[in-house]
């Protein structure tokens, strides 16, 4: 893969991990009101409920992305981790997290939605 497309990716992912850290950050900030009626209890808890899904989201998004630093370093980046072939460029461009090339993203989908019936 070329020197000056690794570099690029490279940006993008500590770019995406320097935002995913901004928004961690804001939503332990934030403070959620519970005081009032029932129904303000039950929407707290709702928030609170989707801020730790949106939180694990993130934290493993950081672990994607520490991944795909951590693959670009080791001269692995790009390489699919089913068939081992090349990712396409396009595709990395689009989410340099992807492990896997389109044809066996695809395969793993439709085994996915086969176990899933």
Not at 71 to 98: H, Q, Y
């Amino acid at each position: 893969m070329k020197k000056m497309l690794l570099n690029k990716i490279k940006d993008i992912l500590n770019q995406q991990k320097v935002e995913l850290a901004e928004k961690t950050k804001i939503a332990k900030i934030l403070d959620i009101d519970a005081d009032g009626d029932d129904i303000d209890a039950v929407q707290a808890n709702i928030i609170a409920l989707a801020d730790a899904k949106i939180a694990l989201r993130n934290k493993e998004k950081i672990v994607q992305i520490d991944n795909a630093l951590k693959k670009i370093a080791e001269g692995k980046f790009g390489t699919c981790e089913e068939c081992g072939e090349e990712i396409a460029e396009k595709r990395l461009l689009i989410n340099p997290g992807f492990i896997t090339c389109i044809s066996c993203a695809e395969e793993l989908e439709i085994m996915a939605k086969k176990i899933g019936r």
